[in-house]
């Protein structure tokens, strides 16, 4: 019973550098999110897709891409990163869009020198 | 204005004691409200959901809901070291007719033995 699995856990890049984090759910979930968590500001939304073949931008989308595979799978994709992007990211799924509690992964702890 | 407002701490009470932790909100629109538990280096996990104006108990936590004043709070019962962590306050708001879920930036608690 994994529920929302996200690759990798830990991750250093440089500047410039681009990287793919993965994001599974084993739910049979509709709605995924991406969220950023920084000291002192909470979670912020990045991207979010309410149903396979749908994405939307959420709070702060800048410098960031997402993919939603399949219904299983939901992508964030830094296409060249800046050290403004230190910070841990977790992937979250729910049932529906709205109204609903989210179910978090464990993270990814990324820094950007 | 900040939609979720939170006081970050931190709180600190004696073990056995009630832990009151409040959080206000901007959306008047917004109908679901949630709280997580994050402990250090860990990822958010979900405590309770309200939706109904009033009172909503579940074990050691009662979750409190006044749409009026705009604000939500969670009191915990009889303390204990382990529920030592950050509180997030969750909201979904209606804003914009965009459905998105927003978090406070979280209270420490410390629960002393």
């Known amino acids: 019973n994994a529920g929302v699995t996200q690759t990798p856990k830990f991750q250093v890049l440089k500047t410039g550098q681009s990287m793919t984090l993965q994001c599974a759910q084993d739910?049979?979930?509709?709605?995924m999110y991406w969220y950023r968590q920084d000291p002192g500001m909470g979670l912020r939304l990045i991207y979010y897709?309410?149903?396979?073949?749908?994405?939307d931008k959420g709070e702060v989308p800048n410098g960031y891409n997402v993919s939603r595979l399949n219904k299983r799978e939901f992508s964030l994709r830094l296409e060249s990163a800046a050290p403004s992007q230190t910070s841990v990211y977790f992937c979250a799924s729910t049932d529906r869009i709205y109204n609903s509690p989210l179910h978090f992964g464990n993270g990814t702890r990324l820094t950007v020198t | 204005q900040k939609e979720v407002e939170q006081n970050s701490g931190p709180l600190s009470v004696p073990e056995g004691a009630i832990a009151s932790l409040n959080c206000t909100y901007s959306d008047r629109g917004s109908q679901s409200f949630f709280w997580y538990r994050q402990y250090s280096g860990k990822s958010p996990e979900l405590i309770m959901f309200i939706y109904s104006n009033g009172d909503k108990e579940d074990g050691r936590f009662t979750a409190q809901l006044n749409k009026a004043s705009q604000y939500v709070s969670l009191l915990i019962r009889d303390s204990q070291p382990s529920d030592s962590a950050t509180y997030l306050c969750?909201?979904?708001?209606?804003?914009?007719?965009?459905?998105?879920?927003?978090f406070g930036a979280g209270t420490i608690l410390r629960v002393k033995s």
């Open positions: 739910m049979n979930h509709n709605s």
């Open positions: 969750a909201v979904n708001l209606l804003a914009l007719r965009i459905n998105k879920l927003v």
């Open positions: 897709s309410a149903s396979e073949g749908t994405t």
